[in-house]
């Protein structure tokens, strides 16, 4: 199912009716004409309720920070075992992508960061404090490269006057500090009741180190490449996983849209841009390499590069399926996995 405007605006019609209770009956037979067109908004909550295995949520399946306001919100993800919620990623849109998959504040438990561009973790101070207004616990951890540390540190001190209003309003205590634990190098990042967590160097020039992850939870590993060129480092620590999450871009699609953006008028360079991205990010026929080599499961398309909806999936599907034999999903925001 793809988000065409048709269904995005029935389902902001939907949205709107629901709010009026008068108007909810109007939306039943609009609702029964077409039941295939539940969106993935509205079967997340249903896919997590009572759900006794870890599922992976999409949050936000777009690659790159242009375009907010696009179909596709930045990257972004939370994964939910035993009820603690485990989120990997921050762009922008991630607070309101995890409240519509019903997930509450109070279970998350543990935060990760790839790297720092902006799609992947420009709402992550937001998280933070939203998530204390919400009721997330004080001993949230969060995970990530430097300088992770002092990034928590200034946004909680420039929210200070916000926490201490709230703290003194509804009696609560106070959003203080964050435990933070810095990584740069690969290997084991973190271990509790529910998962094993380990990190990998991906290749993303110039950012260093931009991280993949790795989740072992007792009935599920899920992979996630991050952001990187086509790097065999990622397949290895892939290997034999359930589930691999890896950034994908379509390069001939990519090469129209930049040509299209410069006749706009945005001052790139053609050779420029493509350069850069051939240099830090994976096309899809790579990505199908990458994942047969793993061997894994399933394979998962996200951070899709151009983000733009007039690729059908059966198109990333093929791309990917020259090389990867197993299933493939081309992600899809509020998809549960
Ligand atoms: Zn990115
Ligand atoms: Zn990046």
Redesign the pocket.
Known sequence: MTYTSSALSRRTLLAGLAGTSALTAAAAPLAAQTPAAKTAAEQAPAALKDAKATKLVLLGTGGGPGGPGRTRKMTSHVMLSNGAAYVLDCGLGVIDQYARAGIPFPALRSIFIT?H?A??NIEYGPLLVVGWIMGMHLDVRAFGPPPLKQMTEDFIRAYKTTVDFGAEDFKVKPLVAVDVKEVSAAGPVTQDDNVKVSAVIVE?PP?KP?LGYRFDFKDRSIAFSG?TAPFEAVAKMAKGADVLVHEAMHVQALETYIRDEIAKGRPIKFEDMMAHMKA?HTPVEDVGRIAQEAGVKTLVLSHLVPSIDSITDDTWRSLAAKYFKGEIIVGKDLMVV
């Open positions: 790297h561009h799609d992947h993303h950012v931009a952001d830090d």
